[in-house]
């Protein structure tokens, strides 16, 4: 009976301890989202009035949303493609 309490103990913290594991890279993952709104924004703030900072926005808005719905690599590209339209990549 020993052996059963010990396995399930066992069991119990490998499950935990994936758990806690998941959720950790579930915040590098947005981390990723907010460096990059980070970087865009400053990067809007030196652009020059255009169209590609009205394509950049476009880009921005898409990533905010994206990100906002946890898909955060979808996210982060289409932050990159704000920068790389606003020169900055």
Same mark, same amino acid.
């Given at each position: ?18 758990? *806690?594991?998941?959720?950790? &890279?579930a915040?590098?993952? !947005?981390?990723?989202?907010? #460096?990059?709104? +980070? ?17 950049a ?5 898409? *990533?905010?949303?994206?990100? &906002?719905?946890?898909?955060? !690599?979808?996210?982060?590209? #289409?932050?990159? +493609? ?8």
């Open positions: 009976m020993t052996f059963v309490k010990s396995a399930a103990s066992a069991l119990a913290l490998c499950v935990a301890l994936g758990f *806690a594991t998941a959720a950790n &890279a915040d590098a993952k !947005a981390t990723d989202c907010n #460096h990059m709104a +980070k970087q865009v924004s400053t990067a809007f703030d030196s652009a020059k009035p255009g169209d590609t900072v009205e394509n926005r476009a880009e921005e808005r898409m *990533a905010r949303q994206y990100c &906002a719905s946890t898909r955060y !690599a979808q996210g982060v590209a #289409h932050y990159e +493609k704000a920068l790389e339209l606003l020169g900055k990549s």
